[in-house]
Structure formats: structure tokens, C-alpha cells
């Protein structure tokens, strides 16, 4: 029994002491697929691109939608993709170019590869925060 008491207390307090993480994302050029939303606590994750700590599946729609996370303050990175045909995955072309759309939190610049966790990442305080993801 107490240990009982003892997992639901952990619980409790992990719902108590956490953050909203609100994800805006941009530019979405069209209705239609899905948005896919991705928040990843480590490079490793990031890297393997699985087990995100958080996920969303949106319908996308032309222009800006949103979404909100509840998380425990800490250190996260967001990837997005505009999945037009909803296939699950970002598509590309014959030489590995993405053929839909995709953001990262902090946008930060790229030429021909994919964003680094370090580059992407944010630290979330108890207060939240709000990132804005404008897509490619």
C-alpha cells in the first residue's frame, strides 16, 4: 500500500510541477495531409528520430496552426513535418531532398542536412514557453 502511495504521489507532483510548451507552426502552404509533431528530451532521440517525449498529429490547414504540450521543465527540441500525402514520413527526392515541408524549433539555418539537436534545442521553465516553427 505504500508503495501505492508512493507512485501516486511521484505522479501527482510530475503533473503538478509541469510546463506548457505551445508549438505555432508557420507557413503550412496547404490543407490537406497531416501535420506531425515531434518533442524530442536528447540527442539520441533526436538522432534516431523515435521515441519523442511528446507527439501530435494534426489535419493541416493552409497558413498557421497550433499546438500545446504539457512537459516538465527541461531541455526539448521540436521537429514538424507537413505530411501532404500522410504517409507518416518525410518524403524526398532521387538525392535525399525533402519533398514536403518540415521545420524545427529555433528555425535555424540549413543547407542540405538536417538540423542538429543542439541547434534546435530550448530550455522549458515551470513558466512555459512558446516556439514558433516555420516550415520549409
Known amino acids: 500500500m505504500k508503495s501505492l502511495l ?3 504521489g511521484l505522479c501527482l507532483s510530475g503533473l503538478l510541477h509541469a510546463a ?3 508549438v505555432r507552426v508557420e507557413t503550412v502552404d496547404a490543407s490537406g495531409g497531416q501535420l506531425l509533431l515531434a518533442v524530442f528530451d536528447s540527442e539520441a532521440a533526436w538522432k534516431e528520430h523515435k521515441t519523442p517525449m511528446a507527439q501530435a ?4 490547414q493552409a497558413g498557421a ?5 504539457e512537459l516538465p521543465p527541461g531541455r526539448y527540441a ?3 513535418i507537413h505530411d501532404s500525402n500522410s504517409n507518416s514520413q518525410l518524403d ?3 538525392i535525399g531532398m525533402p519533398t514536403e515541408q518540415y521545420g524545427y524549433s529555433n528555425n535555424p539555418p540549413l543547407r542540405m542536412r ?3 539537436f543542439e541547434e ?6 515551470a513558466a512555459g514557453l512558446r516556439q514558433q516553427v516555420t516550415l520549409r
Open 20 to 22: 506548457e510548451l505551445q
Open 57 to 60: 498529429h494534426l489535419a493541416a
Open 78 to 80: 521540436v521537429s514538424v
Open 6 to 8: 508512493l507512485v501516486a
Open 120 to 125: 534546435c534545442a530550448f530550455t522549458l521553465p
Open 65 to 69: 496552426q497550433e499546438q500545446r504540450f
Open 114 to 116: 538536417m538540423a542538429t
Open 92 to 94: 524526398t527526392n532521387f
